[in-house]
């Protein structure tokens, strides 16, 4: 069990990080501002075009970045604990593709339908999509690397479908830039939209922080122990279906946030969830925050995705958890 004190520690260091990327995330960019300056015009009620950017632009970018990035690693955290497989994930578990699919079909078939409406579809495609990977999965036995296997081909297809209707469709040839996922274009309008699901995700995915940690000394402790197994599953599938769903309706299909993270938590925290949850979601804001920070630079002064940066940081790491587990098998 993690002793308070390094707790405490590991709370002090996440903080300072999220300090320092928050300030990076408001004041670096295509346009430079000088914080005391914003401060100063803020509250004469001068403002310039540049504290214009920071309130408008930039302040609910980062909320948005922190609350993304916390709603995928948790859904990843989830997924690892109740599959009991260290390769889950939304990406991976063809969850975010499900939801990206459905998002551009309600596109192409009511263009007028509003960002607020598209959550719905994003959560019914989250949920088709992970139901798809562990039909076929579960086909002559489930595996940890099966399951993994199938999910990458439901993802591919799913992505692919998705893609194909764009290239065909004039007019939502736009979706591509946030199909690789990004929160560039993201305003206050958007973090008012998805701060209700991602709540009520949250509460729900902590709720079962005990029945998790319990989970985790194998399924038959946890019956013995008066766990309703087949509860914890449907509670903690639904919480990854908001999680994720909401996250692919604003941003797109991020990805291997809810792969990397809930790893190096463990690592950190230990295998108890009441820790790995909260931290993960910590974790999982800080890593898209810093993300997006680099995001702005790659092709400066033009942005690219976010998506595009966390891929490059988490193909390598799926790689290497693939080639750990096909060692294990072996």
Same mark, same amino acid.
């Given at each position: 069990?993690?002793?308070? #004190?390094?707790?405490?520690?590991? %709370?002090?260091? @996440?903080?300072?990080?999220?300090?320092?990327?928050?300030?990076?995330?408001?004041?670096?960019?295509? #346009?430079?501002?000088?914080?005391?300056?914003?401060?100063?015009?803020?509250?004469?009620?001068? /403002?310039?075009?540049?504290? /214009?950017?920071?309130?408008?632009?930039?302040?609910?970018?980062?909320? /948005?970045?922190?609350?993304?990035?916390?709603?995928?690693?948790?859904?990843?955290? /989830?997924?690892?604990?109740?599959?009991?497989?260290?390769?889950?994930?939304?990406?991976?578990?063809?969850?975010?593709?499900?939801?990206?699919?459905?998002?551009?079909?309600?596109?192409?078939?009511?263009?007028?339908?509003? #960002?607020?409406?598209?959550?719905?579809?994003?959560? !019914?495609?989250?949920?088709?999509?992970?139901?798809?990977?562990?039909?076929? $999965?579960?086909?002559?036995?489930?595996?940890?690397? =099966?399951?993994?296997?199938?999910?990458?081909?439901?993802?591919?297809?799913?992505?692919? %479908?998705? =893609?194909?209707?764009?290239?065909?469709?004039?007019?939502?040839?736009?979706?591509?830039y946030w199909l690789s996922g990004s929160i560039s274009d993201s305003g206050w309008i958007e973090v008012r939209l998805i701060l209700p699901w991602s709540i009520i995700g949250l509460i729900l995915a902590f709720s079962l922080a005990k029945s998790l940690a319990i989970f985790q000394l194998g399924q038959d402790v946890a019956v013995g122990l008066g766990q309703n197994i087949t509860r914890i599953r449907m509670l903690a599938a639904v919480a990854v279906?908001?999680?994720?769903?909401?996250?692919?309706?604003?941003?797109?299909?991020?990805? !291997?946030?809810?792969?990397?993270?809930?790893?190096?938590?463990?690592?950190?925290?230990?295998?108890? +969830?009441?820790?790995? @949850?909260?931290?993960?979601?910590?974790?999982?804001?800080?890593?898209?925050?810093?993300?997006?920070?680099? $995001?702005?630079?790659?092709?400066?002064? +033009?942005?690219?995705?976010?998506?595009?940066?966390?891929?490059? %940081?988490?193909?390598?790491?799926?790689?290497?958890?693939?080639?750990?587990?096909?060692?294990?098998?072996?």
């Amino acid at each position: 069990m993690i002793r308070h #004190t390094r707790l405490i520690r590991l %709370l002090v260091v @996440l903080l300072v990080l999220i300090g320092l990327g928050s300030y990076l995330s408001l004041f670096l960019g295509v #346009t430079t501002i000088q914080p005391l300056e914003a401060i100063r015009e803020w509250s004469s009620g001068n /403002l310039s075009k540049e504290t /214009l950017v920071l309130t408008t632009l930039r302040l609910p970018r980062l909320l /948005l970045g922190l609350l993304l990035g916390a709603n995928l690693a948790v859904a990843g955290a /989830l997924m690892q604990a109740v599959t009991r497989n260290p390769l889950a994930s939304p990406q991976v578990f063809g969850v975010n593709a499900g939801a990206s699919l459905f998002v551009v079909l309600a596109l192409l078939l009511f263009p007028a339908l509003g #960002t607020a409406n598209l959550v719905y579809f994003a959560f !019914f495609g989250a949920m088709i999509g992970g139901l798809l990977v562990f039909s076929f $999965a579960s086909v002559r036995g489930m595996t940890s690397l =099966k399951l993994a296997l199938v999910g990458m081909a439901v993802h591919l297809l799913l992505t692919s %479908l998705t =893609k194909g209707l764009i290239l065909f469709n004039d007019r939502i040839t736009n979706v591509l830039y946030w199909l690789s996922g990004s929160i560039s274009d993201s305003g206050w309008i958007e973090v008012r939209l998805i701060l209700p699901w991602s709540i009520i995700g949250l509460i729900l995915a902590f709720s079962l922080a005990k029945s998790l940690a319990i989970f985790q000394l194998g399924q038959d402790v946890a019956v013995g122990l008066g766990q309703n197994i087949t509860r914890i599953r449907m509670l903690a599938a639904v919480a990854v279906v908001l999680l994720a769903g909401v996250t692919v309706a604003v941003a797109g299909a991020i990805g !291997f946030i809810g792969l990397m993270v809930p790893h190096i938590v463990r690592r950190l925290v230990g295998e108890d +969830y009441r820790y790995v @949850l909260p931290i993960s979601a910590l974790c999982g804001g800080l890593l898209l925050t810093y993300a997006d920070v680099l $995001a702005r630079f790659i092709a400066y002064p +033009y942005e690219s995705p976010v998506g595009i940066v966390t891929a490059l %940081l988490g193909a390598p790491f799926f790689l290497y958890l693939a080639k750990r587990q096909t060692r294990g098998i072996a």
